[in-house]
């Protein structure tokens, strides 16, 4: 029996260390530790509930976004705004949220995995005109290759031309990501940790010229992801066709919808929002979102045992290093007491089950352009592909978002912090379903707390042993050489795990759930 | 000949903002980096970089070590995050040495000892930032101050912002490839280029003239200064209002969004509540705040 220890996971965000027990080239079982602890929770009590929109987005530089718009919500709704918050205000959050996302799957494929796939080497061979590739060989040839090398070899399946044409895009990719962060801070001011959005709207005000300017940058943005990205994951999928039947992981999915597009109702779970909220299966029924179904376990998690099992509104978070049994800073957030799994992968299951006719005809074109059955979904290939079409999804939607937007009309409503409140923030992340929480007492944070996608994805094994959805995915895997062990890496990597977001941790102080719903 | 200026990038207490906002450097841009000649003949080589390296486990931690070996005396370390202290409990590693977890305050001590000089990346590793702000949980340390206690001696320029802008980096950068490490002079109390940090950003701020007929925002959207809404640009230094962000797109400000003192010392909890009106300052006496604070 033989063990893989992977210490740091590198080409995620954080601190993510991953073993796996293998026998006779199998996985038996594996444990994922997050390696870093900085209490947030802890330092945002006491702290103006204003200020939360700043400080949580520091949770998570990759995604800081997406922070922001939760924790908005969530203030929103604790000062009893929710539903007041005018439509420029609703429509420009909507786009500084949808360029951040869409450009983060483009980072994540290119930057983050397409190394696992993609044979920078083979750019030595390239003898064409194109000066970004020559470049690149100029590079090689020279020998210093860092940060391209080392890596794990033997398993790099893409003839040299497809390779060196994907080098070329991730250069490309990386200019591209860029634009998407300019679109961004058209509204927000700068990225990331922007500050354009705050609890009662926006602090940025339509105009034609930048209404103007942001259409143009995420045109660019689209044709990127129509012509070069998607084609990409489609080749790389092609070539590695196996990976539709690895890492199939829990087959629970879930995602709390993103992007308003009515803010009528203060229940965000009622919402109309262009990606739905609810759950799926493997049967691709879809289910209906209730969060008070939604528990945190620690038993294998450094925190006391006694803090185990509660709502997150009733979460306690006491840190114990070294505790028996445990192993890693995230705790395990269940759903109904079982597994699920968000992401790219869960909204665009969701959004599809739930018979958009745009998600079902994006979903169905390219399993098909696969040769794959639905189920091929639940895999390594199907992350990916549910990543790009998430990105496409976002991509198509902003530039008409961008024109409805009213110059001159209000962006921003007045409040008084009450006294006492609690509130509730739920949105779709780049990672999946992302829910703030906050309880207000004297004017000030009494408790805050965050669930975050990638503490679904990347906790432990719970109170009942039931091991975490990245976890699961890996189990069962066959490892064809452990010193190169590739399936594994490529198994974690599609789930783009945020571990800056999965520990950061909270303590809402217990009142139940119905205290938290919106007014 | 090129010659390799070894770099090592580690990541400690933070979110990755610094990183990702060094991905959004316009010119040079993030490929002229890492992969051209930034100068001619100078080829920056970055050997260690968690978000970005192909390698992973042993194999990165291996490209980590052997840097500092062959490398002694020749790399530099940029740090981005803060170092969480507390002897009690490993609440920060990266990698494994014999089988344990090697904690980032060894990490930072053992690469900061063999190397050129220390770079730290924003305002964690400059000031302990987000981590260490109040209660500070995990006893997170700025570098300065972890340098200081463990008795390291390295040359070390602080860039800080939440996060920096990839400018600040990579203008310091270049300035050590084209005229080697910066003098006491370029630095200011806080170990920041001056290039950089040297004014507030209420100097340079295209709504100043509000300011000074006393014409202030009284909610986001009002035209005016934001000073009233909450604005840290009078005691902040930096040059975000002439430089501003992402390709000079925008900035905070330009976004009607007050400042909220991310370069400075005394982020987050004395910049905050980022949302109210600066206490206690004799404006429009620019400049002298922190001075009055430390007399007082």
């Given at each position: 029996m033989g063990k893989i220890v992977i210490d740091?996971?590198?080409?995620?965000e954080g601190h993510l260390k991953i073993e796996a027990t293998v026998e006779n080239g199998e996985v038996k079982d594996t444990r994922t530790t997050g390696n870093l602890f900085r209490g947030f929770e802890i330092i945002l009590r006491?702290?103006?509930?204003?200020d939360a929109q700043i400080i949580t987005?520091?949770?998570?530089?990759?995604?800081?976004q997406s922070h922001g718009i939760a924790a908005a919500l969530n203030l929103d709704s604790a000062f009893g705004i929710a539903d007041k918050i005018p439509d420029n205000a609703r429509i420009i959050r909507n786009l500084i949220q949808g360029a951040h996302i869409a450009q983060d799957h483009v980072l994540h494929f290119y930057?983050?995995?397409?190394l696992d796939y993609v044979n920078?080497?083979?750019?030595?061979k390239y003898e064409g005109n194109d000066s970004q590739l020559n470049s690149v060989k100029d590079f090689i040839a020279r020998?210093?290759?860092?940060?391209?090398?080392?890596r794990y070899e033997g398993d790099y399946r893409l003839p040299p031309e497809v390779n060196q044409q994907a080098v070329a895009h991730y250069v490309k990719a990386l200019e591209i990501r860029r634009i998407g962060h300019e679109a961004v801070a058209i509204?927000?001011?700068?990225?990331?940790?922007?500050?354009?959005?705050?609890?009662?709207?926006?602090?940025s005000v339509p105009a034609a010229d930048n209404i103007m300017a942001y259409i143009w940058k995420i045109k660019i943005l689209k044709d990127f992801i129509d012509n070069v990205y998607i084609p990409d994951v489609l080749a790389v999928a092609g070539a590695y066709l196996d990976y539709a039947e690895?890492?199939?992981?829990?087959k629970n999915l879930l995602a709390y919808g993103?992007?308003?597009?009515?803010?009528?109702?203060?229940d965000y779970t009622m919402r109309e929002r262009l990606f739905k909220q609810g759950t799926v299966s493997a049967d691709l029924k879809p289910g209906d979102l209730d969060t008070d179904k939604i528990t945190e376990y620690v038993?294998?998690?450094?925190?006391?045992?006694?803090?185990?099992?509660?709502?997150p509104s009733q979460g306690d978070t006491r840190p114990q290093y070294g505790k028996d049994g445990a192993y890693s800073w995230t705790k395990s957030p269940r759903y109904d007491g079982k597994v699920y799994e968000v992401g790219p992968l869960a909204r665009v299951a969701v959004t599809y089950a739930k018979g958009d006719p745009v998600m079902k005809e994006l979903v169905e074109s390219s399993l098909a352009a696969l040769k794959a059955?639905?189920?091929?979904?639940?895999s390594v290939l199907g992350r990916h592909l549910a990543r790009a079409l998430s990105a496409k999804f976002i991509a198509d939607s902003l530039e008409g978002w961008a024109l409805q937007l009213k110059p001159g009309e209000p962006t921003y409503v007045e409040y008084e912090i009450p006294d006492e409140a609690m509130g509730m923030g739920l949105t779709d992340a780049a990672r999946g379903a992302l829910g703030h929480w906050i309880q207000i007492k004297d004017k000030k944070i009494a408790n805050y707390q965050c669930v975050v996608p990638t503490t679904w994805n990347v906790g432990p094994m719970d109170d009942k042993g039931q091991h975490g959805p990245i976890e699961q995915a890996i189990i069962g895997t066959k490892v064809k050489d452990e010193s190169n062990p590739f399936e594994i890496v490529r198994i974690i990597r599609a789930f783009d795990p945020c571990l800056a977001c999965s520990i950061h941790v909270v303590t809402p102080k217990g009142r139940d759930l119905g205290q938290y719903r919106v007014v | 000949m090129v010659k390799e200026l070894p770099v090592v990038y580690l990541q400690t207490a933070g979110c990755s903002g610094c990183a990702v906002s060094l991905l959004?450097?316009?010119?040079?841009?993030i490929k002229n980096v890492l992969?051209?000649?930034?100068?001619?003949?100078?080829?920056?080589?970055?050997?260690?970089h968690p978000v970005i390296m192909a390698a992973a486990g042993k194999l990165a931690i291996q490209a980590l070590e052997d840097t500092a070996a062959q490398k002694q005396g020749e790399y530099i370390l940029v740090v981005d995050g803060a170092v969480p202290?507390?002897?009690?409990?490993?609440f920060g590693a990266v990698g494994e040495r014999d089988g344990k977890p090697v904690t980032m305050l060894q990490r930072v001590t053992e690469l900061a000892q063999d190397s050129l000089a220390v770079i730290a990346l924003g305002t964690c590793a400059s000031f302990g930032g987000i981590p260490a702000a109040k209660p500070n949980p995990t006893s997170a340390k700025s570098v300065k101050d972890v340098l200081d206690m463990q008795g390291i001696s390295k040359p070390l320029i602080n860039i800080p912002g939440?996060?920096?802008?990839?400018d600040w980096f990579v203008g310091t950068v270049a300035g050590v490839i084209l005229n080697g490490l910066p003098t006491?002079?370029?630095?200011?109390?806080?170990?920041?280029?001056k290039a950089f940090y040297?004014?507030?950003?209420h100097e340079n701020c295209p709504r100043r003239a509000y300011f000074d007929e006393g014409?202030?925002?009284?909610?986001?959207?009002?035209?005016?200064?934001l000073y009233e809404l909450g604005c840290k640009g009078p005691i902040t230094y930096a040059d975000c209002p002439l430089r501003r962000w992402n390709s000079g797109t925008n900035w905070v400000i330009g976004a009607g969004a007050p400042c909220n003192?991310?370069?400075?010392?005394?982020?987050?909890d004395q910049t905050a509540p980022f949302y109210e009106k600066l206490v206690d300052v004799e404006l429009?006496?620019?400049?002298?705040y922190w001075a009055d604070k430390e007399e007082k």
């Open positions: 740091p996971v590198t080409r995620i006491g702290r103006d509930p204003r987005q520091r949770i998570c530089g990759v995604c800081p930057h983050l995995a397409a920078v080497a083979d750019v030595a020998g210093e290759l860092g940060p391209f090398l080392p509204f927000s001011g700068k990225i990331p940790h922007s500050v354009g959005v705050v609890p009662g709207g926006v602090t690895i890492g199939a992981g829990c993103s992007f308003d597009l009515d803010g009528g109702s203060p038993k294998h998690s450094w925190y006391e045992d006694s803090t185990s099992g509660l709502h059955p639905p189920a091929a979904l639940f | 959004n450097t316009a010119s040079p841009t992969i051209d000649q930034i100068a001619p003949g100078v080829h920056i080589n970055l050997r260690f202290t507390d002897p009690d409990a490993v939440c996060p920096p802008h990839p006491a002079d370029d630095l200011d109390d806080f170990l920041r280029p040297g004014k507030l950003i014409k202030f925002a009284k909610k986001f959207g009002d035209e005016g200064c003192g991310c370069t400075q010392p005394e982020f987050p429009p006496t620019i400049g002298a």
